[in-house]
């Protein structure tokens, strides 16, 4: 499986985007999603993840309540929608998955992924 992250871009604080990662290869609806973000001079940190089934979700506190996580195994990707942005979310967002036997939460590190995505800026601005 490889993963193209994309729908970065600038926004205006209080605004919206959402990330799509995509997938190719089989079986995608067995991999466990993450999303991770990286701003400049920081460690890359949590931001969300999604099981393998849709459930359970986790958010990082940060995010919980502005952003939401969801799958379409159907068309092999994972949606981070972003909303009432602030200029701290602005960062490179990363989309990683790991291959899961189980419907077990999914990980909050980034050790807990081997396939990683390129990346895709978000800047947001006033």
């Known amino acids: 499986v490889q993963l193209q992250a994309s729908g970065g871009g600038m926004v205006q604080i209080g605004g919206s985007l959402r990330l799509s990662c995509a997938a190719s290869g089989p079986s995608f609806s067995r991999y466990a999603v993450g999303w991770f973000r990286q701003a400049p001079g920081k460690e890359r940190e949590f931001v969300a993840a999604i099981s393998r089934g849709g459930r359970p979700t986790s958010y990082a506190d940060s995010v919980k309540d502005r952003f939401l996580i969801a799958r379409d195994d159907a068309k092999k990707t994972v949606y981070l929608k972003m909303n009432i942005l602030t200029p701290e979310d602005t960062a490179i967002y990363y989309c990683?998955?790991?291959?899961?036997?189980?419907?077990?939460?999914?990980?909050?590190?980034?050790?807990?992924?081997?396939?990683w995505g390129q990346g895709t800026l978000v800047t947001v601005s006033s």
């Open positions: 990683a998955a790991k291959h899961t036997i189980l419907s077990v939460a999914a990980g909050t590190r980034p050790t807990d992924y081997d396939l």
